[in-house]
C-alpha cells in the first residue's frame, strides 16, 4: 500500500494510531476523497485535496471533536442508522500536516437526497413512499438534527435539500460534509465557507458565507419544511400576476420580500395553482409568516421540532386515499391538489381532440365580430358583479353602523337576557357573517381583493363590541 495512504489518527481522548486506509470509495466534493478504513469498518476517512489550510483545518476539526453535538447512531430492527458524519479523530500524516477525518460510515445505498421527497414522479421512481405522514417525519427529523446543532453553537449555513438525505425505511436524517459548517470553537469561530441561492436569506444577500450564523439556518430550515409540506413547492415561487413583469429568479424573489403565501397578498407573484398551503394549519401559516415575511422573527429549530410534533399528533386520515392525511376540518388538501391537477389533465385532452384552440377560443370563432361581441358580454357580466359587490359592501357598513344604535334602544329587553347569552348570540351572528363573506370571495370579484374582505370582518367585530357596551355601559369591564 502507497505511503501517502498511512496516517496518524489523533482520537478525542488524546491516544494515536496508526492508520492504513483501503480504497477510495469516492472522490467526495471539492474538500476531499473518501477511502475505507480497514481497521475500523464502520468508519471512513475524508482526505483532504488542500494541504495548505493544514493549520485551519486542525483547528476546526478539533474544536468539532471537543464539541460534538448529540445526534447518536440510531439502531432499528437490526439495522444502524449513523445519523450525521461528524469527525471521529484528526488524520496527520508523518510530516505533521493536517490531512484529513475520520468519520462514521453512512450508508449511502440506503439513504435519499431530501429532494427525491419534493416530488411525486421522483418519489415513485426511486420507490419511496407516498404516505404525507413520511414527508412530515423527514421535516421533524432535519429540524432536530438542525436544533441540536445549535444548540452546540454550530450552524450549516449551507442548508438545502440536496446537502441532508434521509434513510429510506425510517426517514431519520443522514448528513456529510460537516467540515464545511460554521463550528464553534473555544472563544473562536470556524466560519462556512459555501451557501447556495434559493435558500439564502434576504438579509445575507450582502453577506458572505464566513458572516451567516443561525438566521441562515432558519430560514433555510424553514424553505426546505415549507417544501416537504406544499409538495415540492418553494415559498418564494409562485404565478405572476402580470404576465408583462420582469421574471425574476426565485433569490431576487426572496430579496425582494415576494412571499405568495403569507396573509398579505404579494402585489408581484399569486400562489402556486397547485399549492395546498390553504389547507395548513393557523398556526403553520403564522411560523411561516415570521419565517418569510419581512420583519418576522423567525422561528427556532426548536420552535420547528415542537410544531412539527405537533402536527404529527393531530393528523387526520384521508377517507379517499390512504396515503393522505389533513390537518383541520376544511378537509384534504392533497385530494384538493390532485383534483385540480386531473381537471386540467382533462381540459388539455380535450383540447387535443378538439378544434384547435388559441387563448382557450375555438379558431372558428376568432372572427372579429363574435370576439367584440364575446368581449362587450364578458365586461358586462364583470359590470354587474362589481356593481353586486359595491352594493353589498355599502350594505355591511350600513348594517354594522346602525347595529350599536338598535342594541341601545333595546337595551333593558337585551341586557336581562344575560352576557352569556349575548356573547353566544353575537359569536353565531359573526360566525354566520365571515361565512357569508368567504363564500362570496369565490364569486365576486370584489371580493378577492384580501384587503377588503379582512376590513368587513374586522367592521364587524368591533360594532360587535361596540354593541356590548351599547347594551351593557362600562359594567363590562367590571365583570368578575
Request: hydrophobic share 35%; proline share 4%.
Given at each position: 500500500m502507497s505511503e501517502f495512504l498511512v496516517y496518524n489518527a489523533i482520537f478525542g481522548d488524546g491516544h494515536f494510531e496508526r492508520l492504513a486506509l483501503g480504497q477510495m470509495l469516492n472522490k467526495g466534493g471539492a474538500a476531499g476523497k473518501i477511502y475505507q478504513c480497514p481497521m475500523y469498518p464502520e468508519m471512513v476517512a475524508k482526505i483532504f485535496h488542500d494541504r495548505t489550510k493544514s493549520k485551519t483545518n486542525r483547528r476546526k476539526l478539533e474544536a468539532m471533536i471537543q464539541n460534538k453535538p448529540n445526534i447518536p447512531?440510531?439502531?432499528?430492527?437490526?439495522?444502524?442508522?449513523?445519523?450525521?458524519?461528524?469527525?471521529?479523530?484528526?488524520?496527520?500524516?508523518?510530516?505533521?500536516?493536517?490531512?484529513?477525518?475520520?468519520?462514521?460510515?453512512?450508508?449511502?445505498?440506503?439513504?435519499?437526497?431530501?429532494?427525491?421527497?419534493?416530488?411525486?414522479?421522483?418519489?415513485?421512481k426511486q420507490g419511496l413512499s407516498e404516505k404525507y405522514q413520511q414527508r412530515l417525519l423527514a421535516a421533524f427529523n432535519v429540524a432536530v438534527m438542525?436544533?441540536?446543532?445549535?444548540?452546540c453553537g454550530h450552524y450549516i449555513v449551507d442548508l438545502k435539500p440536496a446537502n441532508v438525505s434521509v434513510y429510506k425505511d425510517n426517514m431519520r436524517v443522514a448528513v456529510y460534509d460537516c467540515d464545511g459548517f460554521s463550528i464553534n470553537g473555544q472563544a473562536v469561530r470556524y466560519p462556512a465557507e459555501y451557501v447556495s441561492e434559493e435558500y439564502i436569506y434576504p438579509e445575507g444577500m450582502n453577506e458572505n458565507p464566513e458572516d451567516m450564523g443561525e438566521e441562515q439556518d432558519?430560514?433555510?430550515?424553514?424553505?426546505?419544511?415549507?417544501?416537504?409540506?406544499?409538495?415540492?413547492?418553494?415559498p418564494f415561487a409562485g404565478t405572476l400576476r402580470n404576465k408583462e413583469a420582469e421574471k425574476l429568479d426565485i433569490q431576487t424573489?426572496?430579496?425582494?420580500?415576494?412571499?405568495?403565501?403569507?396573509?398579505?397578498?404579494?402585489?408581484?407573484?399569486?400562489?402556486?395553482?397547485?399549492?395546498?398551503?390553504?389547507?395548513?394549519?393557523?398556526?403553520?401559516?403564522?411560523?411561516?409568516?415570521?419565517?418569510?415575511?419581512?420583519?418576522?422573527?423567525?422561528?427556532?429549530?426548536?420552535?420547528?421540532?415542537?410544531?412539527?410534533?405537533?402536527?404529527?399528533?393531530?393528523?387526520?386520515?384521508?377517507?379517499?386515499?390512504?396515503?393522505?392525511?389533513?390537518?383541520?376540518?376544511?378537509?384534504?388538501?392533497?385530494?384538493a391538489v390532485e383534483e385540480k391537477f386531473r381537471v386540467k389533465f382533462s381540459e388539455v385532452e380535450k383540447e387535443k381532440k378538439g378544434e384547435p384552440k388559441i387563448r382557450g377560443f375555438e379558431v372558428g370563432n376568432l372572427t372579429t365580430e363574435k370576439m367584440q361581441i364575446f368581449k362587450k358580454m364578458k365586461q358586462r357580466a364583470f359590470g354587474r358583479l362589481n356593481r353586486l359587490g359595491f352594493l353589498l359592501a355599502a350594505m355591511h357598513f350600513v348594517l354594522w353602523t346602525i347595529l350599536p344604535i338598535y342594541a341601545a334602544k333595546y337595551k333593558d329587553f337585551l341586557s336581562a337576557k344575560g352576557f352569556f347569552v349575548q356573547v353566544l348570540a353575537a359569536v353565531v351572528i359573526l360566525k354566520g357573517v365571515f361565512s357569508f363573506l368567504n363564500y362570496i370571495q369565490k364569486v365576486l370579484p370584489l371580493f378577492h381583493n384580501t384587503v377588503l374582505l379582512n376590513m368587513l370582518k374586522i367592521y364587524a367585530l368591533i360594532n360587535t363590541i361596540v354593541c356590548f357596551f351599547a347594551i351593557n355601559g362600562f359594567e363590562i369591564l367590571l365583570i368578575k
Open positions: 447512531m440510531i439502531e432499528e430492527g437490526g439495522k444502524k442508522y449513523v445519523q450525521i458524519a461528524w469527525p471521529e479523530a484528526v488524520l496527520e500524516d508523518d510530516e505533521g500536516f493536517c490531512a484529513g477525518y475520520l468519520m462514521p460510515l453512512i450508508n449511502t445505498k440506503e439513504a435519499v437526497s431530501l429532494d427525491h421527497l419534493m416530488q411525486k414522479a421522483v418519489r415513485q438542525v436544533n441540536e446543532l445549535h444548540k432558519k430560514f433555510a430550515l424553514a424553505v426546505i419544511i415549507f417544501k416537504l409540506l406544499n409538495n415540492g413547492i418553494h424573489r426572496i430579496e425582494q420580500y415576494h412571499y405568495a403565501y403569507g396573509v398579505w397578498p404579494d402585489p408581484y407573484q399569486a400562489p402556486h395553482p397547485y399549492s395546498m398551503h390553504e389547507y395548513f394549519e393557523k398556526s403553520t401559516l403564522d411560523l411561516f409568516e415570521r419565517a418569510f415575511a419581512k420583519g418576522g422573527k423567525r422561528p427556532t429549530a426548536k420552535e420547528w421540532c415542537n410544531h412539527l410534533n405537533y402536527l404529527m399528533s393531530i393528523l387526520k386520515e384521508c377517507k379517499k386515499d390512504k396515503n393522505h392525511v389533513y390537518f383541520t376540518n376544511k378537509g384534504c388538501g392533497l385530494c
